[in-house]
């Protein structure tokens, strides 16, 4: 059984960095697409930021050049890099990753940026 940890969140200003981890209980090199999800009240969850299995990085427009996505192997820990946060960033931000076709969420961690 997979589990995935959110944490790093809080009330942070805007403009600053944040670099939340996504613990993985498993072998988090097997865990592949891995995608960071963020939610905002009244909006579906949608991705930021995916790192497929071939390496290959994906970002939504709205974060290009201000997040970044990587894995710590040795740590079995994801990370969302976000720099140059914006109040429109605030949301519960969620990790997923597959192992094989079986689908793994994180419970979520809390961003909020005030202006």
């Known amino acids: 059984q997979v589990q995935l940890v959110e944490s790093g969140g809080g009330l942070v200003q805007s403009g600053g960095p944040l670099r939340p981890p996504c613990a993985a209980s498993?072998?988090?090199?097997?865990?592949?697409?891995l995608a960071w999800y963020p939610q905002a009240p009244g909006k579906q969850r949608e991705p930021v930021a995916t790192?497929?299995?071939?390496?290959?990085?994906f970002y939504r427009d709205s974060v290009k050049g201000r997040f970044t996505i990587s894995r710590d192997n040795a740590k079995n820990t994801a990370y969302l890099q976000m720099n140059n946060r914006k109040p429109e960033d605030t949301a519960v931000y969620y990790c997923?990753?597959?192992?094989?076709?079986?689908?793994?969420w994180g419970q979520g961690t809390q961003v909020t940026v005030s202006s």
């Open positions: 790192l497929a299995s071939s390496g290959t990085i």
């Open positions: 997923r990753a597959y192992r094989g076709l079986t689908e793994h």
């Open positions: 498993g072998i988090i090199s097997s865990l592949h697409p």
